[in-house]
């Protein structure tokens, strides 16, 4: 439909703006001319009465007809799938520019004409009349378009309004996501197996009991003294060269001594699951593969306080950026069986939780460079990223105890690298794996072709999965159900093992 526009000269809209605006107070008036004066600008003909009660909204936080319908719908769908709240009135960059801004000019689109307000006197004037229908025509359409069942407005649109408006503060720099990744990320259900290890706690470790340097001695921590009467087997010699009154005054009442027993070893179960992906290859479907793969890997493993997931991604210059999350932080957040069919809500749900968002999907989210770092290589870029994690394990919460990197009871690291480089002999399992120096329980590498619906170049490598598209696939649902499910049975296979 064309959109025709339409000049309307001073004697119709400073009435109009006198009299919408005039009855604000000073800060609503100023915010409503900026809206007024702002969206005009983007050639966006919102109405008087439109910014007075855009601005009445956001200054009270009380939402008048009709942004309190897009708002409503805004958080309905949030709540559906997102944890972080929605606060649009800390947001009035982004209520105004990339809300109601689009709300108005397709409600334009939909009367095909858009009236904007002229400084001078024009030939054909809009007539005060059709500037009332005009506007009338506006509150109506804005409200359709919000109830509408997606043949105008994409259910794609609200979710990324959403996730963007939970991630705003103020007129901080809005995050850069692009909506062709957000229908990936929102769309993508991978095709996976149906695994009789969905199951909360399947991937229960054997307990592990951490070495006490303290135990390698006689079996004891020096003296104590106790009144229990369990302990009298335990007196020490000591205690009987006492004449016997003396002896049994001490058992009573001042205690008597005994060997005392090193602290119980810690019972670990522990779990570190790293992800690595080399040279700018970390696109939103590898990325929305491995969500779904911690998320089930989530509710697999036991509640522990220090198991952590880490995600690591370089760029084509070697610089880095990461996200890490405690297990502690989501078990009481997820739910405990993943229905297939919900997955792309539950994927959401998973990285708000875990605080990943929106730095996850964001393009614009910064990139750090390694330090000390002097070569170029690959095997230089791994090494050096593993040492900085590794120095900075994120420490554990108050109530689980500190531990090292050697105090995991599994290390699994998901290496993602070109697929270019896999016919490289310095690419081997065996000799990556040997850059890690002994740190690693478990390695699973992919292999990640340039074009990612090149279904035979795609492959997994790892203990108990070694995994390849069938040829001639290039859908993405079976590409990404059978990373997921190779990535789960390597892991599932050596955590069998440990």
Known sequence: MSLRFSLVPPAVWRPLVRDWLGALPDHERQLAASILVGLHDRHIGITPRLSAGLARSLVSGEWTRPWDAAIERLRRDHAENGEQPLIPERAFDFVVYHLAGPLIRLACEELGECLLFA????????????????????????????????????????????????????????????????????ELRPAMRERRENAFNLFIPQEQHLRDERRQGAGADGLMLTRREEDIQRMHLTEHLYPEPLRMDRVLNTGYAIVKPPPQPVRQRDVLLVTMCYGGIADVFLKTCFADFALFVSRMLPYTGGSQFRWIEGDRFGRVRSQHTLLHDLSRRLPVEIAPANLPDYRLLFLESAGWLPGYLDHAAPMFTLPDRTDAGVAAWLRSVWQQHTDSLQTPPPDAPQIRLGDYHFIHLLLCLPARLQNDDSYQTQRIRDLFGGDLDSLCITWVPDDIRDGENWSVVGSGSNWQPAPGTDQLRLIGGGLVDAWLDAMLYEMRHV
């Open 119 to 186: 400084e001078d006197a024009v030939d054909a004037p809009v007539r005060a009349d059709a500037y009332a229908e005009y506007d009338q025509n506006l509150l109506s359409l804005i409200g359709q378009l919000v109830v509408d069942d997606g043949r105008r407005i994409p259910a794609l649109f609200w979710r990324e309004r959403a996730l963007r408006l939970a991630a705003a503060r103020g007129f901080a720099p809005q995050p850069d996501f692009d909506m062709l990744d957000l229908a990936v990320f929102f």
